[in-house]
């Protein structure tokens, strides 16, 4: 009789399981996504314990339910609270991730020292640092409250029962891909372990009413590290995000069982750890040049929160055969195509320059209002016209020529003049919605040839 074979062949996207290795899974119709993992089986998923009796077995109408307002507690960020949805709610599972030394720890750990701080116990969990190289993390911070304290253990036994016993309010596991349980045949960081891991963490928060904060690794496409089903099991999913040479960082949730998903929070890293970034335009627009062509302010929507930025564009004559064409913190596919239209619509010999295009500051955009500013910018070089200060330009454009309308105009309009523009440019059918507003004057353009004939 044949043996059964003790491994099995697990989706990284989907969880699901298969006998054998297939290109693509069944399961979600993803390619290379099968690993292989060794299999539990019931008795050993049953001896692994930690599962919590639910509180009512018997299925109830939903006018038979209580309607109970969660109560939340601050992280001391007000960035972090609007992210979150209005700050931690208790028994919750929070997935943070983000790229290595983008600053994850430092702003959990930074979180750790406002919470405790409110007399709330903490308890900080590395996997990673050793105490001597968290305590020299910590002391760039400032002092700490007595009621946070620290472990250095990755074993999930041991801590099932630091938590059982010291039950405190707020836990930071870092990193889940180092956690480890001996019942689970596999190394550390493995689909199997990760899964494990975090079923634990899962049935710890809602059994004992402890919000568990998780930190998870990320691979080069930018996704967490492990099964995709781990961004199924936890309650809210944050990505840390930001170039490491830049000062900025920004964090984005994608997933929020307890708000919304449209807010992000923009942080700068300094010596002493991270500060909130309360006017993030004003931070982007620092330094902007004065007098120079090529540059020109748009306004972007990061979620619900306006951000002006400057397009920053060179144009100048090819030396080679082939032009050269860069992009940085816009998609460059959009960038050719924003090209070809002024070529066409315009009569621009843009086919024989180099051209570059930029978002000062460093940020990623690919929102399309950003295709009037790109426009407005890339004629500006060519024709080596300054724009005029104190002007902002949004708006979508189609590849007639056509300028589109974009949403939430007001609340760009109302970002530019709270910080100091006088004109905006947008949209015809913009303009004629919101009217006359004081103090700013809106000239509407219904394509690319009305906005040069501005210029």
Known sequence: MAKAKDTAFYCKEC???SVKWQGQCPGCHEWNTLVEAPRMTKR???????????????PVKLADIGSVDQERYTTGFHELDVVLGGGIVPASLILVGGDPGIGKSTLLLQVCRNVSGTGRNVLYISGEESLQQIKLRAERMGPFSDTIRFLCETDLDRISDVLKREKPELVIIDSIQTMYRDGVESAPGSVSQVRESTHVFLQLAKGLGITIVLVGHVTKEGMVAGPRMLEHMVDTVLYFEGERSASYRIIRGVKNRFGSTNEIGVFEMQGDGL????????FMLGGKPEGVSGSVVTCAMEGSRP??????????RSNFGNPRRTAAGVDYNRVNLLMAVLEKRLGLRLAECDAYVNVAGGMRISE?????GIVLALFSSYQDRVIEEKTMVFGEVGLAGEVRSVAQEARRVSEARRLGFETCILPCSAAERLGKIPGMRLIGVKNVKELINLS
Do not use: M, W
Not at 275 to 282: A, F, G, L, Q, R
């Open 275 to 282: 500060h909130e970034v309360k006017n993030p335009s004003e």
């Open 307 to 316: 951000v002006l930025l400057e397009i920053q564009a060179l144009v100048c």
């Open 368 to 372: 399309p209002s950003l295709d009037l």
């Open 44 to 58: 050993e998923r049953a001896a692994a314990g930690g599962r919590f009796p639910a509180a009512e077995t018997a």
């Open 15 to 17: 969880g699901y399981e």
